[in-house]
């Protein structure tokens, strides 16, 4: 969950490529892979190709989940 409210996190401000993406949460291409297509699926990430490459960008539904992720760790007393 952690992870992949990382990568909501970081793909929200804007459209961001997979490479930064990557680095940033310290995981492998392959690990990456599984996450994008687990987010794009659920609907909480969305694809945009521009110029042939692709940039992905949080949905309002990734940011519900963002915001309710925050309330559970809030509940559990869990810090960041």
Known sequence: ???MATILLLCRNGPIQKTPIM???NLSFKQLQKYLKFLIR???LEVKNVNGKDFYQTTEKGQNFLKEFQ???HLLNIDS
Request: aromatic share 16%; net charge positive.
């Open 1 to 3: 969950m952690e992870i």
């Open 71 to 73: 309330n559970v760790k």
């Open 42 to 44: 659920t609907g909480f």
């Open 23 to 25: 680095y940033r949460c």
